[in-house]
Structures are given as C-alpha cells and as structure tokens.
C-alpha cells in the first residue's frame, strides 16, 4: 500500500528564504507525482506534475524534482514570499486511477 | 466557468438526514474524482469516474455512500442516513486524461449535528 509523507508537519521562515520542501512515498511504481497547494477555506491548486519519466519541472520560483528509485520528490521555492503562506500537498499516481496524498506541510512566510 | 465547481459550499445537517453533493467538472474533462479531506488527516480518494461509468469505487467508506455521474459532465456524491464522522470537506476534481493534473473545485464543508 503506497504511503505519502511530508516532513515537517509545518514550517515558519523569513521571507526572502529559499525553501525546500521534502515529499517521500513507499512504492516507487508510480506513474506520476504531483505538488498542491491550498490555502484556508479552498481547494487545491495545482502547482507542478512531474512523470514518472522526468526529472525535474519548473513553474517561475517553483522547482520540483522527482527520485523515483528513492521514493523522494522534493519543492523548491526560491525567494519566499508572505503569498507563498499556504499548506503544500504532495500525491502521487501509482497503478490506479487515484492519486494518494501525504497530510501536507503548512508554510508560514513571515514578512 | 473555467474551473471545478463545487455546491453547496457548506451544508449543515442533523444526524441520519440525507445530502447530496454536486460536482461540475471543467468542460470536456473525462475523468471525475472524488476524495474527502477530514479536519487533520489526509486526503483520502472515493471514487473515480472515467465517462459516465465508476470503475474504482474502492474508497467509499460504506453502502451509505453512492455517486453517480450523468452526460459525461455533473456528478452527485450522496450519503445517505449521515453519521457525525462523515463530517469533512468533501473535494471533486477532474482531469482530461490520466496524464493531465487533476483540478480540484474549492469543495463541500459537511457538518453533521
């Protein structure tokens, strides 16, 4: 059974700070990963796809990489802003349709 | 619209009543997708629609659930006799293929009494 997960639970930085943000998943047979965010009272919003036959994507200040045979996807941010506060979710595709989420990790960009 | 709709937006109910959850995917998006987002847990997947037909229905949590989709377009989520665990945001999302994002709407905020 694939398992997501995203540590620390949360996170609170100066803005200006360039972040990463970590995502580890158990079954590497995934057919692709994807990054979120969501802010309070909202749904989800996608940030970044990645295949599972690529390596990395980028999307502006948003770098995201993906080591399948690890088990690991990792979130750049560059040059954080007090916007970029939000809870950050990583779901990974595997044989089914479904995409299985790790409980998020909630940013706190501090002017 | 150009994004997932969702309504109502909140639904307040009393334990054992019915409710129905409405779900308009983005236009000529063939995959629909259920998932339920309870107060400090995880997403967790329901159902997935490809078309009109439900091939994986392997996360609904009891037959009080069910989920029907019509035209290849709006989807209703029903529960039926609602406990008070099934108190949660209750989220759809729609893809044009399994290779695409899913796009998820802002969701249904379900509080059981």
């Known amino acids: 059974k694939q398992e997501v997960t995203q540590i620390p639970a949360a996170l609170s930085v100066p803005e200006g700070e360039n972040l990463v943000l970590n995502c580890s998943f158990t079954d590497s047979a995934i057919y692709n990963l994807q990054w979120f965010r969501q802010d309070p009272g909202k749904g989800l919003t996608s940030l970044l796809l990645i295949q599972s036959s690529q390596r990395e994507q980028t999307s502006g200040r948003l770098n995201a990489s993906l080591d399948k045979s690890s088990g690991r996807s990792t979130l750049y941010i560059a040059a954080s802003q007090p916007g970029d506060s939000a809870t950050y979710l990583c779901?990974?595709?595997?044989?089914?349709?479904?995409?299985?989420f790790g409980k998020g990790m909630k940013l706190t960009v501090n002017p | 619209g150009a994004g997932v709709s969702q309504s109502p937006s909140n639904k307040v109910t009393e334990k054992g009543k019915d409710v129905e959850l409405r779900c308009d995917p983005i236009?000529?998006?063939?995959?629909l997708y259920w998932y339920r987002q309870r107060l400090g847990q995880g997403l967790e997947f329901l159902i997935y629609?490809?078309?009109?037909?439900?091939?994986?229905k392997s996360g609904l949590p009891s037959d009080r659930f069910s989920a029907e989709r019509t035209g290849e377009s709006v989807s209703t989520l029903t529960i039926q006799r609602t406990q008070q665990e099934d108190s949660a945001v209750y989220l759809c999302?729609?893809?044009?293929?399994?290779?695409?994002?899913?796009?998820f709407g802002d969701g249904t905020r379900l509080s059981i009494l």
């Open positions: 236009s000529g998006h063939t995959a």
């Open positions: 779901a990974v595709k595997g044989g089914s349709e479904k995409l299985v």
């Open positions: 999302a729609s893809s044009s293929t399994g290779r695409q994002p899913q796009h």
């Open positions: 629609f490809q078309g009109n037909s439900a091939p994986d």
